[in-house]
């Protein structure tokens, strides 16, 4: 990859990076209450972490999740903004073995129910991005942090790779510095800043 100046922000300018992150991460949303809506949030949140040794297994569990998020929206018994949840969390169940359309199906589906979600423009963001529309994907991403999404880090981390794929840089590194700054603990922000060849900038000149 080429080394490109980036437009100087603060004290550092970045000048290019060893090779591109991978893909931008989900929310999902919490639904209690037991039945399916509740099975289909726990398993969207574990989609975000299982890696199962057998690549069918963990089809068919995905498989087997979203047929669980499919029986709850069908059951007629969840609230209007349980419903509105299970969309986004089937959504990052979708996302999770690359469903991308019809995760962007579902996380609109939400959206017309509840505009004003941060989460669902958030993952919406990162469908965008993870399908390539990458200017999308940070307009969508900005709304959820400007709604005040409940994981403000992975929305800037998804900002990270889209601006990185968009040749941005300074802006790339900067939204994993605040990733990395509002989560510590989470190391893939400081992976991707790993990555970054930076210079101090004389801001006197």
């Given at each position: 990859?080429?080394?490109?100046?980036?437009?100087v922000?603060?004290?550092v300018a970045?000048?290019?990076a060893?090779?591109?992150p991978?893909?931008?991460?989900?929310q999902a949303i919490a639904?209690f209450g037991?039945?399916e809506?509740?099975?289909?949030w726990r398993?969207a949140?574990?989609?975000?972490l299982?890696?199962?040794d057998?690549?069918?297994?963990?089809?068919r569990w995905?498989?087997?999740?979203?047929?669980?998020?499919?029986?709850a929206?069908?059951?007629?018994v969840l609230s209007r903004?349980?419903?509105?949840?299970t969309?986004v969390?089937?959504?990052?169940l979708e996302m999770?073995?690359?469903g991308?359309k019809?995760?962007d199906?579902n996380?609109?589906e939400a959206?017309?129910?509840?505009?004003?979600?941060?989460?669902?423009?958030?993952?919406l963001g990162?469908?965008?991005?993870?399908?390539q529309?990458y200017?999308?994907g940070?307009?969508?991403?900005?709304?959820g942090?400007d709604?005040?999404?409940?994981?403000p880090?992975?929305?800037?981390?998804?900002?990270?790779?889209?601006?990185e794929?968009?040749?941005?840089?300074?802006?790339?590194?900067?939204s994993?510095?605040?990733a990395a700054?509002?989560q510590?603990k989470?190391?893939?922000p400081?992976?991707q800043?790993?990555?970054?060849v930076?210079?101090?900038?004389n801001?006197?000149?």
């Amino acid at each position: 990859m080429n080394r490109v100046r980036a437009s100087v922000i603060g004290a550092v300018a970045v000048l290019g990076a060893a090779a591109f992150p991978l893909a931008a991460k989900a929310q999902a949303i919490a639904v209690f209450g037991g039945g399916e809506g509740e099975a289909c949030w726990r398993a969207a949140m574990a989609s975000t972490l299982i890696h199962m040794d057998s690549a069918v297994e963990e089809a068919r569990w995905k498989a087997d999740s979203i047929s669980k998020c499919d029986d709850a929206l069908a059951g007629g018994v969840l609230s209007r903004q349980d419903r509105t949840y299970t969309y986004v969390n089937r959504a990052v169940l979708e996302m999770s073995r690359e469903g991308y359309k019809t995760a962007d199906d579902n996380l609109h589906e939400a959206l017309r129910m509840m505009p004003k979600l941060a989460e669902a423009h958030v993952d919406l963001g990162s469908t965008m991005i993870n399908m390539q529309r990458y200017d999308e994907g940070v307009a969508e991403t900005q709304i959820g942090i400007d709604l005040k999404s409940k994981e403000p880090e992975r929305a800037y981390y998804n900002l990270g790779i889209a601006y990185e794929f968009l040749g941005k840089l300074q802006e790339a590194y900067d939204s994993y510095k605040i990733a990395a700054t509002l989560q510590p603990k989470w190391q893939d922000p400081k992976d991707q800043m790993a990555r970054f060849v930076v210079q101090p900038v004389n801001l006197s000149k």
